[in-house]
């Protein structure tokens, strides 16, 4: 494993989950070690404390990979007087690097929502708010010749995928016309001789956070010295990033039924629920953690039941007879969050273990 560094785990966990679809006030990403160090073990964990680093020294892991970051606002010392300061600090002095994946695993497709989704057998999963400003489209202007050579190029960089469609494109035929001046060292045409070349003008969809390698990959593969094109911010709703999933049941059951169910697939103690309604459960919605902002999106979806947390007791009010809310908890929602990275990087590092931690985080307890 000393050929593994900690910028390959990173990578790896940030083509799958951007740190760009993560919320604005988070703080996932890598929170203190090397990058360039080698990886001596992994220790995947839903909070990340002292226990949690005693732990990962115990067992020769330098690298902690936890959901909820230990710092989300600025420290302004480090003396050990709170339970982050004293995280942070033996983290440092042991050198423990530690790994944050929250809001941007929240917001995929295949992340926190879909693995609760998939413990209690829903179907037919989509994301419940999808998220606007995550897409941009690329135009851009390629000799017909050279057109399928760089569209497959565009398409390797993630360009051209729109829900289960990949290789998407819009092309239309026209004129090029250009001048080559001064230094100019054309792939068409002579130094200060006006020129017409038949182009292909090339439209293709991506997520905006691969701007910058699919513009390098352009430029790359492009045959012209100059490469014509733009970048068009979209407002199109991304059905592969957002809030929450919604999905199906295969049969519909009575409400007690599915609050027994979920209760035993979720290993849960103990569920706060609003009033049982007669309508039989169906469509169920899934926010991982604090979801109480979705309940309206759940409803609008015709939801029967919505699975959250973090739910006040005036906000129990808001299902007003339309849905059954069925608050789990905040650490119960989340602690199978822990299966879902360790088959993730199982696929991509299947040589070495990924521990888990034995640490139980939840703070919250139960008579």
Not at 183 to 188: C, D, R, S, T, V
Not at 192 to 216: C, G, M, W, Y
């Amino acid at each position: 494993m000393a050929d593994i560094k900690i910028k390959d785990v990173v990578n790896y966990l940030e083509a799958w989950a951007p740190p760009s679809y993560q919320e604005e006030y988070d703080n996932s990403g890598l929170i203190t070690g090397d990058m360039n160090a080698p990886v001596t073990g992994i220790m995947v964990t839903l909070d990340c404390i002292e226990a949690v680093i005693q732990e990962a020294i115990e067992s020769q892991c330098n690298l902690v990979i936890a959901h909820h970051p230990i710092i989300f606002r600025g420290l302004k010392k480090l003396t050990g007087g709170s339970y982050i300061e004293r995280t942070i600090i033996k983290a440092v002095k042991n050198n423990i690097a530690i790994y944050a994946i929250h809001t941007n695993l929240d917001n995929i497709a295949t992340g926190v929502n879909s693995e609760i989704a998939r413990r209690i057998g829903l179907h037919n999963v989509k994301i419940l708010s999808p998220r606007k400003t995550s897409l941009s489209k690329l135009t851009t202007f390629v000799p017909i010749d050279s057109s399928d050579g760089v569209l497959q190029v565009l398409y390797a960089t993630g360009a051209g995928q729109i829900g289960n469609y990949k290789d998407c494109s819009f092309q239309l035929q026209g004129i090029g016309t250009f001048t080559p001046t001064g230094m100019a060292q054309p792939h068409l045409g002579q130094l200060n001789q006006p020129e017409r070349v038949s182009e292909v003008r090339i439209e293709v969809v991506f997520n905006t956070h691969d701007e910058k390698a699919l513009i390098a990959a352009l430029k790359k593969h492009h045959p012209y010295e100059e490469v014509a094109y733009y970048i068009t911010p979209l407002l199109n709703e991304n059905h592969e990033v957002g809030s929450g999933v919604i999905g199906e049941l295969n049969n519909a059951i009575e409400p007690i039924e599915f609050l027994r169910r979920l209760k035993s697939s979720m290993n849960l103690k103990t569920i706060r629920h609003t009033q049982l309604l007669n309508n039989l459960v169906k469509r169920v919605a899934i926010c991982g953690g604090s979801g109480s902002f979705l309940l309206s999106k759940a409803i609008q979806a015709s939801a029967d039941v919505f699975i959250s947390a973090d739910f006040k007791y005036h906000e129990f009010f808001d299902a007003d007879n339309r849905i059954i809310i069925a608050d789990i908890g905040h650490y119960e929602s989340e602690v199978f969050t822990k299966d879902l990275i360790q088959r993730v990087l199982m696929e991509k590092f299947p040589s070495f273990a990924i521990n888990f931690s034995k640490t139980v985080t939840n703070p919250i307890s139960y008579l």
